[in-house]
């Protein structure tokens, strides 16, 4: 089993920057991929960003690129989610995942509580 533990959610006006942090711990091993999804409010929960642990391989939605990037920390077991030029449809609650499948199939076995994304006019 792995552990997910999101940080750094908050309320943040429209044009502004918010980092999101993921730490996993138990079976790491099984982190080979991790990721973040975000589920807008009366929405589904939808892809956002992945990126391999050896590697660094990144992939991210359509909606996002250019505006938010993915980064890693092997050694601590964290992943990052940098998100800059924030806009109200970016508003949800946001989860990191992981897991031992490729990042093309944006598929995780491992889900953490989410973090609470707001971004007012």
């Known amino acids: 089993q792995v552990q997910l533990v999101e940080s750094g959610g908050g309320a943040v006006q429209a044009g502004g920057s918010l980092t999101l942090s993921c730490a996993a711990s138990?079976?790491?091993?099984?982190?080979?991929?991790m990721g973040w999804f975000r589920q807008p409010p009366g929405k589904e929960r939808e892809f956002v960003a992945a990126?391999?642990?050896?590697?660094?391989?990144?992939d991210y939605a359509d909606s996002v690129k250019g505006r938010f990037a993915i980064s890693r920390d092997n050694a601590q077991h964290t992943i990052y989610l940098r998100m800059n030029s924030l806009k109200p449809e970016d508003t949800a609650v946001y989860y990191c995942?992981?897991?031992?499948?490729?990042?093309?199939?944006?598929?995780?076995?491992?889900w953490g509580q989410g973090t609470q994304v707001t971004v007012s006019s």
């Open positions: 990126i391999t642990m050896i590697g660094g391989t990144r």
């Open positions: 995942a992981a897991g031992a499948r490729s990042i093309l199939a944006r598929s995780f076995d491992y």
């Open positions: 138990g079976r790491t091993i099984s982190a080979v991929s």
